[in-house]
Structure formats: C-alpha cells, structure tokens
C-alpha cells in the first residue's frame, strides 16, 4: 500500500478562522477522498478530490465551507473554513487506485486532529 | 449499498482466535464485504475483502456464508495490539464509496 501523510498532526484553532490540512502520497493514486470523524462518531465522506477540477461533495457538505484541491496524483489539500467548535473532529485523507496496491480498496492517512475553541 | 449489523463490543482472551460477525442481509451480488479497524488515534486500516469466498492473508481470514447474508473475521490469534474498533461494510465493486457504521470495539484482554 501507500504511505500517506497529513500535515499537521493536530491542531487547535480559533472560531472565525481557517485551517488547511495537507495530505501527501508517496505514489500516485487514482482517487483521493476526505473524510471527517466527530467525537466518539464513525467516519463520514466529505468529498472526493478530483484532479484538475471541482471536488465532489457529499450530502451536507459544500465547498464553501469545505474547499478542496487536488494539482496532482499525488497530493490534496482540505481548507475548514470560518471554523467553529462544532468543526472540531478528526479530518482524514484516504487514497485509492494505488500502483501495485490492492486494486478497489481504500488506505487511509493518519488524520488531523482540529480543536476548535 | 447494503447496511451492516456488528455487535457494539466484544472481549477477547489474548493469544486466542476472535471471531468478529457481520450481517448484511441485503446484500446485493455485485456487493462486496470489507473489513478495516482502527486503532485508537489512528487511521483505519485496511484488513480483507471478499466477494464470495472465503479469503485469508497475513491478517486474518474472512469467512463468507453461502448465502452472503453474513460473515465473520477472523483473527487467528488476539494480540492485545488488536484492540480496536472492527468496521464491516458492503460496498458495490466499482463505487468507492466506503459507510462507517460504528462497527464492533474489539477488547483483548491479557
């Protein structure tokens, strides 16, 4: 599989502000997605970034608050924007269509955890 | 995709095989049955899939029933570094899309 990395770790920010979480594969990657895990809750998608254009959004989530970029095969950035406490969750990127991977099958980052105050 | 039902906590004795169970009786043919944990703090990882035969690999074994209406990990011997959350979710072959459910938090115990 892929080794996924997310940048930063963790976080703890100010209501009113924005964050930027930065998720990098070591390989390129047909799809990448991101994902959000509230307190003590399951994983829920957010979207799907696509290369070169818009990313596709979920029920729930638009990309004002959301916005997304994919410039490559091999890297995405999540923006939460005009955060508030309730944004607070974990934020995880995962990866799929890995070269010499296990082809449909999902690998996940290790996540960005957003405290908001 | 089809819904997942898995009991919300199981403890297993360490060195000991845990047998984790899946129902999915609405699974359609094309579905598939994954199965991730996910350590506390971590990522979920990725464990097996199947479609309709049982599969095994360096994880754990997936045991699938004939009718596919259920099926159960298995974990042939627990280590406490098991301990996790166990999610079970069916998943059309071509459709990326992966529902978490709350799936099973899977205790070893020493």
């Known amino acids: 599989s892929a080794v996924i990395s997310q940048k930063p770790s963790r976080d703890i920010c100010q209501r009113g502000t924005s964050l930027t979480i930065q998720c990098q594969v070591d390989?390129?990657?047909?799809?990448m997605f991101w994902y959000r895990q509230q307190p003590g809750q399951s994983l829920t998608l957010i979207a799907t970034?696509?290369?070169?254009?818009?990313?596709?959004?979920e029920s729930g989530f638009v990309i004002d608050k959301f916005p997304i970029s994919r410039p490559n095969l091999t890297f995405s950035t999540l923006t939460v924007s005009n955060m508030s406490p309730e944004d607070s969750s974990i934020y995880l990127c995962?990866?799929?269509?890995?070269?010499?991977?296990?082809?449909?099958?999902?690998?996940f980052g290790p996540g960005t955890r957003l405290l908001v105050l | 995709d089809a819904k997942t039902t898995q009991p919300p906590s199981m403890d297993c004795a360490e060195g000991r095989a845990a047998n984790l169970p899946c129902n999915h009786s609405t699974i359609s043919g094309n579905e598939y049955v994954y199965w991730y944990r996910q350590i506390h703090s971590q990522g979920p990882q990725y464990i097996i899939h199947?479609?309709?035969n049982n599969e095994t690999n360096e994880m754990a074994s997936l045991i699938i029933t004939e009718d596919r209406k259920s099926s159960t990990l298995i974990l042939p011997h627990a280590t406490l570094r098991d301990t996790a959350v166990y999610y079970c979710i069916v998943r059309v072959g071509n459709d990326y899309k992966l529902s978490f459910g709350a799936g099973t938090t899977v205790t070893v115990r020493a």
């Open positions: 995962s990866v799929e269509g890995v070269a010499g991977g296990i082809q449909e099958t999902q690998y």
């Open positions: 970034a696509n290369q070169g254009s818009e990313a596709t959004y």
């Open positions: 199947g479609l309709k």
């Open positions: 390989s390129q990657v047909t799809m």
